[in-house]
């Protein structure tokens, strides 16, 4: 059973780096043919796909966020991270990590990320 966890902080200051980690266990992020994503759901809004890590490592984004966003990988950990920069009250929202792009078949729980001062 694949299990993803997401850490990092719940408040960050408009303009800051947004930082957030997807550890995976029961299986590695490494795997053919195996996407992991990041998504999120701003208060009273919809899940919002922000971009994803291929097994190769290569990355893809969305494009409304692909000026701000970078996501990355620690294989020997067998985590990927979230990173977003220029932060602003916009931002605020409930962060999950995902299996996947189109499926999406396995979740973590979610992290609730603040953006003010």
């Known amino acids: 059973q694949v299990q993803l966890q997401e850490s990092g902080p719940g408040l960050v200051k408009p303009s800051q780096t947004l930082s957030l980690t997807c550890t995976v266990s029961?299986?590695?992020?490494?795997?053919?043919?195996?996407?992991w994503s990041w998504i999120r759901q701003p208060p009273g809004k919809g899940l919002e796909w922000m971009g994803a890590?291929?097994?190769?490592?290569?990355?893809y984004y969305s494009p409304s966020l692909k000026s701000r966003t970078s996501i990355s990988r620690d294989t020997s950990k067998n985590q990927f991270t979230l990173q977003l920069s220029s932060v602003t009250p916009e931002d605020t929202a409930v962060y999950y990590c995902?299996?996947?792009?189109?499926?999406?078949?396995?979740w973590g729980q979610g992290t609730q990320v603040t953006v003010s001062s």
């Open positions: 029961g299986g590695s992020i490494t795997t053919n043919y195996y996407y």
């Open positions: 890590i291929a097994y190769s490592g290569s990355t």
């Open positions: 995902a299996r996947d792009i189109a499926t999406l078949d396995y």
